[in-house]
């Protein structure tokens, strides 16, 4: 939860500390990207367009149930799945 802040510095502050943990948070998941690619047949498997709109609708309504923008939290997602397919095919394809 966010504090109140005194100062502009203090607010420049608290926001390279969230974004170390969300930086940690991203290697952490890229890292399960890495691993899902060795379960995908083939390219296919990897875009999943279903899977990546199950997780937009999921994560929209953890956006409103944590009180953040669900549309930022879309769009910010929609990004960071669409750079890990990327990085997903080219270990899926090192795989082959």
Known sequence: ?????????????KIDGLDRQIISLIAERGAYVSQAARF??????????????QVIAKVRALASELGANPNVTEEVYRAMIAAFIE???AEHLALS
């Open 1 to 13: 939860m966010a504090v109140n802040c005194d100062s502009l510095e203090q607010v420049r502050e």
């Open 40 to 53: 995908k047949k083939d390219s296919d498997a990897v875009r999943a367009p279903q899977r990546v709109e």
């Open 87 to 89: 990085q997903e095919l």
